[in-house]
Each structure stands twice: as C-alpha cells, then as structure tokens.
C-alpha cells in the first residue's frame, strides 16, 4: 500500500511552550492508482484503431487469353524517352525504321512534354466510337535511358499523374532508341 507522510515540521520553540504531540497523516493512495489503470484500461478499449492506408492499384483485368493482356491500339500509344540534361524525345504509335517519327519535348514552355500528351490524348479520345470507353484512353510508355536523372523520372510520373493518364508504364529502353538519344544528345547545342 502506498502511503504520502505529511506530517507538520513546523512548531513553536522558546521557553513554556509544550512540544505538541507529532501526529503522522496518513494519505492512502492504492485508490487513485486503481483509477488511474481504470481509466487507462477504459480509453485503450475505447479508441478506434486507425485504418490501414494503402494505395489504390488499378490492376488489369484477366482475359482467358495472355497475348490479349498487353495489346495496345498503336493509334494510342505514346513513348516517351528520357535522356541526358533535361532532354525528352517521344514518338507516336511504333518507331518508324527511319525515324521519322522521333521527336524532341521539354518539361516547359514551347513544344512541352505536358502539350503533347495532352494532344496525344484528345487525337486518340477524338478518333474512339465511345470517348468515355476506358479502352480507347491514351498508353504511355515511359523509358527512361541510363543517362537520365531521377528527378526527370519522378517529373514525367508527376505530368501523368497532372494529365490524369490513367494508363502508363514505366519499361526499359531497347537499344535502338537508346542510340538514338544518344545522336540526338550530340547534336544538340
């Protein structure tokens, strides 16, 4: 049992007084440490757990076919190229063997990577029979070479999440396209 000694150490001294009796009291503090659990054991029981927060996947669907899973409409695909200082090519639908087709962005002002996925996505909505048809949407194909940096990366994943594509992936670069880049990279100013 726990007990506060709370006695007086304060009495009077000088000739003719009488010493006072010391009397001890004696506080009795085992119920206030029943309280005390008592409450604790009370609000344990009673708050609410916090949810499990995750993020929201969007997974493809299973087809009884594999080589339907990863078909993409070429009319809808863009690809987009990352490479050294900041640069970023893209191309629509396959690479020409000419490379005709391959194009160079920034991240802003003129001729931004932002224009052209927003182009891209209103060609392909404007071509589609039912434009809310979640499988004519836009695919971007991202690729990132060896020589870009991790910020362009994340910038890129940034301009899907601000374009809201719903449909994007993040795969390695084949060697022609990295060739490319490479040229394209030299010849730049």
Not at 35 to 42: A, K, P, Q, R
Not at 51 to 64: E, G, H, I, R, Y
Request: proline content about 5%; glycine content about 6%.
């Amino acid at each position: 049992m726990a007990e506060l000694d709370t006695s007086g150490g304060g009495h009077k001294k000088g000739p003719g007084v009488k010493k006072g009796k010391k009397l001890s009291t004696r506080v009795d503090l085992t119920p206030m440490v029943d309280l005390g659990f008592l409450l604790i054991t009370f609000f344990i029981f009673t708050t609410t757990m916090s949810q499990p927060t995750a993020m929201k996947l969007n997974l493809p669907d299973d087809k009884v076919k594999p080589e339907e899973q990863n078909k993409a409409k070429e009319s809808g695909a863009l690809t987009i190229l990352m490479g050294a200082d900041n640069h970023i090519y893209y191309y629509e639908g396959q690479l020409k063997p000419d490379a005709s087709n391959f194009k160079s962005a920034s991240y802003n002002g003129e001729n931004s990577i932002r224009d052209v996925i927003m182009n891209k996505k209103k060609s392909v909505r404007s071509m589609a029979q039912d434009p809310n048809d979640p499988e004519h949407d836009l695919v971007v194909v991202i690729k990132p070479s060896q020589y870009c940096t991790y910020k362009n990366v994340i910038d890129i994943l940034d301009e899907m999440s601000i374009n809201l594509v719903k449909k994007y992936a993040l795969v390695d670069i084949f060697d022609a396209e990295e060739q490319l880049i490479k040229i394209s990279d030299t010849q730049k100013p």
